[in-house]
C-alpha cells in the first residue's frame, strides 16, 4: 500500500495530480468516473459478438442448430443496440457490427440446413431407402443374436 504522506504521492488537493484515481485527503483514492463501470464498454455489443459466434458454431449442428437459430436472432437485436449506444458515443462498434454479422450468418446457415433437412426427410425416395435401410439393420442385429445364442 502507498504511503499518503509521501512528497511524490498524487493528491486530491494537488492541483497537479494526474489521473481520476488521485488520492484523496487521508490516503483514500476517489471513485472511478462512470458510477464504477470501465470506461470503454458496451455490453450490448459484447453480448452480440459472443452469441453471434456461438449461434454461428451451432448452426452448423443438425438438431442443435433450432438453438442456434435463437441465439442468432438474439444476437442481431443486441448487435443493434450495441451499434446505437456505440452512435450515441459508447465505444465498441466494431464489435457490435461482428455480431450483427456473426449472427446473421448464423441465422442464414442454420435455416439452409433446416430447410435442407426437412426437404431430404420429406421426400419420398429417400423415406423409402431409409426404410428399407432400417430393415437390413433390423436383420443383420437378429443374425448377430441368433449367432451369440
Excluded: C
Amino acid at each position: 500500500m502507498s504511503d499518503p504522506n509521501r512528497p511524490d504521492a498524487p493528491r486530491a488537493d494537488n492541483p497537479e495530480a494526474q489521473g481520476s484515481f488521485a488520492a484523496a485527503p487521508g490516503g483514500q483514492y476517489a471513485p472511478p468516473p462512470h458510477g464504477g463501470r470501465p470506461a470503454g464498454s458496451n455490453g450490448p455489443a459484447i453480448a452480440a459478438l459472443v452469441l453471434g459466434i456461438v449461434a454461428l458454431v451451432l448452426s452448423w449442428l443438425p438438431g442443435i442448430n433450432i438453438i442456434a437459430v435463437l441465439l442468432a436472432i438474439a444476437a442481431l437485436v443486441t448487435g443493434f443496440i450495441g451499434i446505437r449506444n456505440a452512435n450515441r458515443g459508447a465505444p465498441g462498434k466494431g464489435m457490435a457490427i461482428a455480431g450483427v454479422v456473426t449472427g446473421a450468418l448464423g441465422l442464414i446457415l442454420a435455416v439452409l440446413i433446416l430447410v435442407g433437412l426437412a426437404t431430404l426427410f420429406g421426400n419420398p425416395e429417400f423415406q423409402d431407402e431409409f426404410q428399407q435401410e432400417m430393415e437390413r439393420q433390423q436383420e443383420l442385429q437378429q443374425e448377430l443374436q441368433e449367432e451369440q445364442g
